[in-house]
């Protein structure tokens, strides 16, 4: 797989905001987002094992599997192998792949309208221009969330999410507090 990077942090959006996590970047997208964070470029091809070696290395159980676009290049297997040792999956996806099974928790981030999931647990929306956030309140998601895009925009979202309360606001509170 090819990995852009493994870490030790605190989940900086959405439901999970403040928890203790382990995020495994997958490097390579499907889609090109002019707002990514991800260095595509720059990866190390790893193992299942070599993987699950370094996530043993952090005291915590939870995972995040984020991106670029985790669902390119996780299996199954991966994830059993995960579930075998104990630890709870999220994923952040932009979900224009189907996911394997066993993932404990699914973030959907959309970009695009082809969405191949059918749910999601949270669908968190980056709001810019082009974007509707109406249209998505009909997937099946139990949490929505609304987010600026870069921390630049934010007004904008406050105003969006007072006026349509069936929104949340989601910062990216690790940018702000200055941590990955």
């Keep these: ?26 490097a390579g997208c499907n889609l090109r987002c002019d707002f990514c964070d991800t260095q595509h470029e720059t990866f190390t091809e790893m193992t299942e094992s070599e993987i699950l070696s370094q996530i043993k290395s952090f005291p915590t159980k939870r995972v995040c599997l984020t991106g670029g676009e985790p669902s390119l290049q996780i299996t199954e297997n991966f994830i059993e192998l995960l579930h075998r040792e104990g630890y709870i999956i999220h994923i952040e996806t932009n979900g224009t792949n189907p996911l394997p099974a066993g993932i404990d928790w699914v973030t959907l981030s959309p970009k695009t309208d082809n969405i191949a999931l059918q749910k999601a647990d949270e669908l968190k929306l980056v ?34 999410v007072l006026a349509q309360p069936a929104w949340r606001l989601s910062l990216q509170v690790h940018k702000v507090l200055g941590i990955r």
């Excluded at 221009?129 to 007004?155: D, I, M």
Aim: with cysteine; net charge negative; hydrophobic share 40%.
């Design 127 to 160: 709001y810019i221009n082009n974007v509707e956030p109406e249209k998505w309140l009909s997937f099946p998601a139990a949490h929505f969330f609304l987010q600026p895009c870069s921390n630049r925009n934010t007004g904008e979202v406050i105003d969006y």
């Design 1 to 26: 797989m090819r990995i852009n990077e493994i870490f030790y942090s605190l989940q900086g959006e959405g439901f999970w905001t403040g928890t203790p996590i382990v995020f495994v970047r997958f």
